[in-house]
């Protein structure tokens, strides 16, 4: 099993293999896509309260849940490389970032073209709002940190470490800001009901979410080979890759 | 050579940092200058509406002691990473987040405990309730040792750095959110007459949090700025 562990993660192999990967996910995240969006756009039934500015949730809530999961697999990956000093552990929590705050951007824009129409205001100082607000500084500033280390090697375990004290404080983060906001403003807000949801709504939802990932897993394949080669350009297979491709 | 105890050192490097700090008054003095300053711009900026002021106070206070502690970070680890006396600090044989720990308290108590000094002066300025003072100094002083002992992680990550300025505060700010949160919540919960016991022992908790987790990080941000 760790002999596993160490092929996969050794950078010429992981680059091979991370190439061979790409075509598939690629396909596979443009069917998911295609199908997830069908399915929210025109299959799903109109909401009764909401009309159908309600089909934003295709978008917004899985771009939510990936902005927390991406922060958890760079705590998770951070751990891994700062314990067994795996390089490629680092690249991944490294390359995950710009995707996670993307994600985050993303789930903000659509969190607030719903709220318009919802909530009559483009901004509200909802509690999951103003959290991933304060989860998108998180993202920049590891992002910003590791821009700012010239020492790409030193720079990947600051990052690390400022990821592991990040994952500790996001849950208390994210309930001071709810108690924060209830205790202001009380249950004005609408918010999902989550169980009542129905059932043509939910299966394209999920599919949305399925997609979100895959297309992550690509992304990250993506950013990890060119970190990848950047950081090993002075080792003898990056060379020999290189002369082979000139041939 | 005698093995000096872990409480020696730890005594004698507070005592250090709190001589070098009296040395340096002009540099003591500028987070508290600054703290008061940004409290005197709130009434210009918004109208000396006594009625608004006083709602705003506890909030003006926290913010501007958040942004005035934020400032004074950069002393803990600067001078001490520059002449290389931290890297002696690292070599000492007792655990460095121990060490981290003495270094943070000097800090907090040459720059935390001034602005806790000054705090019933700016509550009169801005017409907090009196009896609300002494609440606004108990979430002060369970408050900003946290914002030293997280600050002083994303210190010890940028001390390498040529101009950590404006990332220090993007790394810094976010950690204290909850802080802010749970002090100011206490004061306009106290200000309507409700109880506010909950929010201290959050603000206690988080304290103590801080003081147990945050010296290892810090110690392991320090081992690699130095490398």
Redesign the interface.
């Known amino acids: 099993m760790m002999k596993f562990i160490h092929k996969t993660a050794s950078p010429p192999y992981f680059y091979k293999l991370a190439g061979l990967w790409q075509p598939w996910l690629a396909a596979i995240t443009v069917l998911l896509l295609l199908a997830g969006l069908y399915g929210g756009l025109i299959y799903a039934p109109t909401d009764y309260q909401q009309g159908e500015s309600y089909r934003i949730i295709y978008i917004h809530v899985p771009a939510a849940w990936m902005s927390l999961f991406i922060y958890v697999v760079m705590a998770v990956t951070a751990a891994i490389g ?1 314990i067994w000093r795996i390089k490629l552990a680092e690249s991944v929590t490294v390359c995950s970032a710009p995707i996670g705050a993307g994600f985050t951007l993303l789930a903000l824009v659509t969190g607030s073209l719903w709220g318009k129409p919802m909530w009559g205001a483009w901004w509200v100082w909802d509690a999951r709002l103003t959290s991933e607000l ?1 989860l998108l ?2 993202y ?2 590891v992002m ?2 590791y821009a ?2 010239s020492d790409k090697r ?1 720079a990947g ?2 990052v690390a ?2 990821a ?2 990040g994952v ?2 996001i849950p ?2 994210h309930y ?2 709810e ?2 906001n209830t ?1 202001h403003q009380g249950p004005t807000v609408t918010k999902f009901d989550k169980p009542s949801i129905d059932f043509r709504m939910l299966v394209p939802l999920l599919i949305m979410a399925l997609a979100f990932k895959v297309y992550y897993v690509w992304s990250l394949f993506m950013r990890l080979r060119v970190e990848l080669l950047d950081r090993e350009r002075n080792t003898q297979w990056v060379k020999s890759l290189l002369m082979d491709n000139k041939e | 050579m005698n093995q000096s105890s872990l409480i020696n050192v730890f005594v004698a490097l507070v005592k250090r940092d709190l001589l070098l700090a009296l040395r340096h008054r002009a540099e003591l003095f500028n987070p508290l200058m600054f703290f008061v300053l940004v409290v005197t711009l709130f009434p210009l900026g918004t109208g000396a509406d006594s009625k608004l002021l006083q709602t705003m106070a506890p909030g003006i206070i926290w913010v501007a002691a958040l942004l005035a502690a934020m400032l004074s970070l950069d002393a803990i680890f600067r001078s001490d990473f520059e002449d290389g006396s931290l890297e002696l600090l690292l070599l000492n044989p007792h655990p460095t987040s121990m060490l981290v720990l003495a270094k943070v308290f000097a800090h907090w108590l040459v720059t935390g405990l001034p602005l806790i000094i000054v705090a019933p002066l700016l509550a009169v300025f801005l017409g907090l309730d009196s009896s609300l003072t002494g609440l606004l100094l108990i979430t002060l002083l369970l408050g900003t040792p946290v914002l030293s002992l997280t600050g002083a992680v994303a210190i010890a990550l940028t001390v390498g750095l040529k101009r950590g300025g404006i990332l220090l505060s993007l790394l810094v700010l976010p950690f204290y959110v909850p802080v802010l949160i749970f002090s100011t919540n206490a004061i306009e919960m106290a200000a309507s007459g409700l109880p506010v016991m909950a929010q201290l022992w959050i603000l206690a908790s988080l304290l103590i949090l801080a003081i147990t987790l945050t010296p290892w990080p810090t110690a392991a941000a320090l081992k690699l700025s130095l490398s």
């Open positions: 700062l304060i500084f998180l920049a500033g910003s940190l700012a280390i030193v375990r600051a470490i400022l592991l004290v500790v404080n208390i983060i001071s800001v108690w924060w205790l």
